[in-house]
């Protein structure tokens, strides 16, 4: 019901953050995805990252998820003999309980083994806000499982082979991911989402506050080298967007002006170096379409130089997860 024109065509544009799964007998896979990539901007690749999308049914419980890989990867493969002009789910980034202990390592050499080499780290939620002690969206984690020895010790692991890990958590617990990251200061860390800054139920009316909040503590993380910031799924619902309500999608230069205040604070305190787009597609498809959210980006970052635009849109992406 809304549609613009890609600004900026020719700018190379790796998406680092989507999803592909079937839900509610609606899907989003390849073809769904093939067809927004398409669309106008010149996205020459994506970053699959975990969302419960083909589990295994059977077999033990630690290797179910290594479902997802397969069939991800599957996608990836069947791209490859079509000739798509661009590289979808060139890096995977599964779900793996990361408290198993001795168990992690066999899950490990199977998501591996499955991926076509494409296994580039690990997201195991640990999203809690002591607002939501019965969850929001997500079952809740266990609270400062950051802390817990036994999902440390994974992390570890990770760190021994090269893996990054992916932290999906909400703005409340920014504090408990910088002391991760200074404990562990040579594990790569990518914050999903801005930190997630949850914006209804309690936060509904202080937004002024949560901000707040969400810069200070993001400022004491920004002093950690080993982690980079996504700067995108602001249009998921539980951040306070609204857009679905509408009888009409917003344009780029509204969302533009919403978003603004959260990336040019997250570029401040991480620097462009540090920072990587993504479209949190199709959870923040619900707000607007592929186009118009790109097209927002790009108005965001209107008043960066080339090289600058290139390592937020592209550089820094391929950087971090080796495209």
């Not at 923040?284 to 937020?312: H, I, P, Q």
Request: hydrophobic share 40%.
């Amino acid at each position: 019901m809304h549609e613009e024109t890609a600004l900026e065509p020719e700018l190379p544009i790796i998406d680092a953050h989507h999803h592909l799964w079937e839900e509610g007998g609606h899907s989003y896979l390849l073809d769904e995805l093939t067809a927004d990539v398409r669309s106008g901007h010149n996205v020459v690749a994506t970053i699959l990252v975990q969302a419960g999308f083909g589990y295994r049914a059977e077999g033990p419980e630690e290797l179910r998820s290594v479902g997802e890989t397969e069939k991800v990867a599957a996608f990836a493969d069947a791209a490859q003999s079509q000739d798509l002009a661009y590289r979808p789910c060139a890096a995977i980034v599964p779900y793996a309980d990361l408290t198993l202990g001795d168990r992690l390592a066999l899950v490990l050499d199977t998501h591996e083994a499955a991926s076509g080499g494409r296994l580039r780290g690990i997201r195991h939620s640990v999203s809690y806000d002591s607002h939501f002690p019965d969850g929001i969206v997500l079952r809740p984690a266990r609270r400062y499982l950051m802390a817990d020895p036994a999902y440390r010790e994974g992390l570890r692991l990770l760190q021994r082979r090269g893996l990054h890990f992916e932290a999906m958590l909400y703005h409340e617990q920014i504090p408990e991911l910088t002391e991760l990251a200074r404990a562990m200061p040579n594990l790569p860390i990518m914050l999903d989402h801005y930190g997630t800054p949850i914006g209804v139920g309690w936060y509904e009316g202080r937004e002024e506050e949560r901000f707040a909040q969400w810069r200070e503590s993001l400022a004491e993380l920004a002093l950690c080298p080993n982690v980079y910031v996504k700067t995108g799924g602001l249009g998921m619902i539980i951040t306070g967007a609204r857009w679905h309500e509408r009888p009409k999608p917003p344009s780029s230069q509204e969302l533009a002006q919403a978003w603004q205040p959260w990336f040019d604070a997250t570029v401040d305190l991480f620097g462009v170096e540090r920072c990587v787009f993504e479209s949190n597609f199709p959870v923040d498809k619900a707000m607007c379409s592929y186009v118009t959210l790109w097209n927002a980006f790009k108005r965001m970052s209107a008043g960066a130089g080339t090289t600058e635009k290139a390592a937020l849109f592209h550089d820094n992406a391929a950087r971090f997860y080796r495209i």
